[in-house]
């Protein structure tokens, strides 16, 4: 049975990059590529993670995500197989691949013989990541692609902090409809009686359970699990004028 390889970068779509990636992967392997996204933020590598902790799950058991993003490519920081809920993770090692806590077993991608030759230092996607994910695709074990490490890099995904009935979160990313996805989970907002959620000038009652057909900003739990704030019809982040990091809060009455 083909495995899927999945991709995730901040290579963006106007240039060959990614291309180039699944060309790599479509000449040594039968899996079937697709792309979860190419439009990671540059070398934003926190929302990187939270966009692989948000899609793993949704990926076959098996499956192998090839996730790049990449500001050390080309120094001492190393390549990473990682095994995290029955499937497949290659990248680099800057906690882009490795959730905040828990076991996991990792290797580090150190096989040259694995790699194209030669290789480009400012492309490890293509050139070392790339061959790599296609042999695991082909079944290839991961100890014949590298040696087992037990000290992964690990980034800290940004948390939303509770004081009683408050909480303060953040916008950790603005979809390409302008929706504004924040840290703030579902559980700590569904049982509320009553809710206000504040970010900019903007105060808005209550929890929507869709984006609707008003002209006024909602907030509702979205595909992510996680708070959001939209516009029906618009955008969010023109409407309000935010961006990724701004402050959300919320103030709420339990039952």
Request: proline share 6%; net charge negative.
């Amino acid at each position: 049975m083909n495995r899927l390889v999945a991709l995730l970068t901040d290579f963006g779509t106007d240039d060959p990059y990614a291309g180039q990636v699944a060309a790599v992967l479509a000449a040594n392997s039968d899996a079937q590529i697709v792309s979860l996204t190419h439009r990671v933020p540059a070398h934003h590598v926190q929302l990187g993670a939270s966009i692989v902790d948000a899609s793993l799950e949704l990926l076959p058991t098996g499956s192998v995500l090839l996730a790049v993003v990449d500001p050390g490519v080309g120094t001492a920081r190393r390549g990473l197989i990682v095994r995290r809920d029955d499937r497949w993770l290659v990248g680099p090692d800057n906690g882009l691949l490795t959730p905040t806590q828990g076991d996991l077993q990792c290797w580090s991608i150190d096989r040259p013989e694995t790699w194209r030759d030669p290789v480009a230092p400012t492309f490890h996607a293509r050139d070392i990541f790339a061959p790599v994910t296609a042999r695991l695709a082909n079944y290839e074990r991961p100890d014949w692609l590298g040696s087992l490490v037990h000290d992964p890099v690990r980034v800290d995904r940004p948390s939303a902090r509770v004081n009683g009935p408050n909480i303060r979160g953040a916008v950790i990313h603005v979809d390409a409809f302008g929706n504004l996805i924040t840290n703030i989970a579902a559980a700590l907002v569904q049982t509320a009686h009553m809710l206000e959620t504040q970010v900019g000038d903007a105060r808005i009652q209550g929890l929507a359970t869709a984006y609707g057909t008003g002209h006024e900003p909602v907030a509702l739990i979205g595909s992510w699990n996680l708070l959001e704030i939209a516009v029906p019809g618009g955008s969010a982040a023109q409407r309000l004028d935010c961006r990724i990091g701004d402050v959300v809060t919320v103030e709420r009455t339990d039952d």
